[in-house]
């Protein structure tokens, strides 16, 4: 009867192991692991739900249903898949709470408030947030409330709360722990903030530091995402030298990733290198990189998609377009949790949010160029 004692202790000391690093943030490194593991280990299993990764059909189908449909909802979320992930989240929320399984409710609800901020449901995303936030704080857990303020200050950043989103940013990346390999994905988000502010010197300061430890820590997400900042920086600069290159993959071409793109970051680098190319009164230009951007963004980021498209149609002197994708995010039904009133939060409760779909106005039909490239602040850039 020893030899399985022995065999589950080894387990749950390997499980141990990894647990070290997702709680500081080095996913990589459990990524990294994962990777030669057999698909049926339970610890590989375990690890790759909790990293939101791919699983075998065979695994999918013997696990708990409420693990299954929180598994589900991230992957339809990573994918685009708005609607189908809000069902997924939906489910597990009640399975959950029916279950009593309280370390996961803080994840699920965070899932919840990420699909209802990118499909523009801004006052519903709020409150399933602020009720991820209460429950990683009532359970102390640290990563989910880094990721609660993280998500909280990107919404607060797409509906024009710059000041209270860089308070939220600040929060997360502070909490963080020394050595955390999510220090240059936070300093990109903090720079997001400071950018709306105007504080352009202190967000290009944050982006360069987020570029070299990105760099020599070989984190290519967070290196094209420092990189389509700097390039929207360059739109925002008046310090920026008239004989000065404005591309900054030319400028800071040493740090360019050759072997691994990122889709979302790369096609916001584009829209960056149109917006100038527009300025220059140069339409053939604006409207290739319009076309790169859009091609990228594709069906798994459809308001990025629709903004290239509506860009698009502008450059080409057509009307505006009616996407059917975001139509139907448009019409997607919020449900809100019961969410509790705790005080802590109550200054973000309080904050105004549109009574309307956020992105609203980026999809009317006619659009001038003012109002095109105000759309930029819809998004987390």
């Keep these: 009867m020893a030899f399985p004692m022995i065999r589950d202790f080894q387990q749950l000391d390997r499980l141990d192991h990894f647990q070290q690093y997702l709680l500081t943030g080095q996913h990589q490194y459990v990524l ?103 429950l990683g704080r009532q359970q102390n857990r640290l990563f989910d409330i880094v990721q609660g303020y993280g998500a909280l200050g990107e919404l607060l950043l797409r509906s024009g709360h710059p000041q209270a989103a860089f308070t939220c940013l600040s929060n997360a990346y502070h909490l963080l722990p020394p050595g955390s390999g999510q220090r240059p994905r936070q300093l990109n988000y903090l720079a997001s903030a400071l950018l709306r502010c105007g504080e352009t010197l202190r967000a290009e300061s944050l982006l360069m530091t987020s570029l070299h430890l990105a760099h020599d820590s070989h984190d290519d997400e967070s290196v094209w995402h420092a990189l389509a900042r700097l390039q929207f920086l360059v739109l925002d600069n008046s310090r920026v030298p008239k004989d000065h290159s404005e591309d900054v993959t030319e400028t800071l071409k ?48 459809p308001y990025e998609h629709c903004w290239a498209l509506q860009w698009e149609a502008f450059l080409t002197d057509k009307p505006g377009v009616n996407d059917i994708v975001t139509q139907e995010l448009l019409q997607l039904c919020a449900v809100s949790p019961k969410m509790p009133q705790i005080v802590l939060d109550s200054s973000w409760q309080c904050l105004h949010l549109p009574d309307e779909n956020g992105f609203t106005p980026l999809t009317r039909n006619v659009h001038d160029v003012e109002s095109l490239t105000a759309a930029r602040y819809l998004f987390f850039i």
């Design 32 to 134: 990294d692991a994962v990777q030669s593991m057999p698909a049926d280990d339970l610890v590989s299993i375990w690890l790759r739900m909790h990293l939101r990764q791919d699983l075998p059909e065979s695994i999918e189908l013997a696990l708990p249903p409420s693990f299954v449909e929180q598994w589900r909802g991230w992957r339809a979320y990573y994918i685009g898949d708005y609607c189908r992930a809000a069902e997924h989240f939906l489910l597990a929320w009640q399975t959950v709470n029916a279950d009593c399984c309280l370390t996961r409710q803080a994840d699920v609800a965070l899932g919840l408030g990420k699909v209802y901020t990118r499909t523009g449901h801004w006052r519903t995303a709020r409150e399933w947030l602020l009720t991820s936030l209460a």
């Design 254 to 301: 040493e740090y360019v990733p050759t072997a691994k793109i990122n889709p979302i970051a790369l096609g916001f680098l584009h829209m960056g290198h149109a917006l100038l190319a527009y300025r220059h009164d140069n339409r053939v230009d604006a409207l290739s990189k319009i076309q790169l951007a859009k091609s990228l963004f594709g069906l798994q980021f």
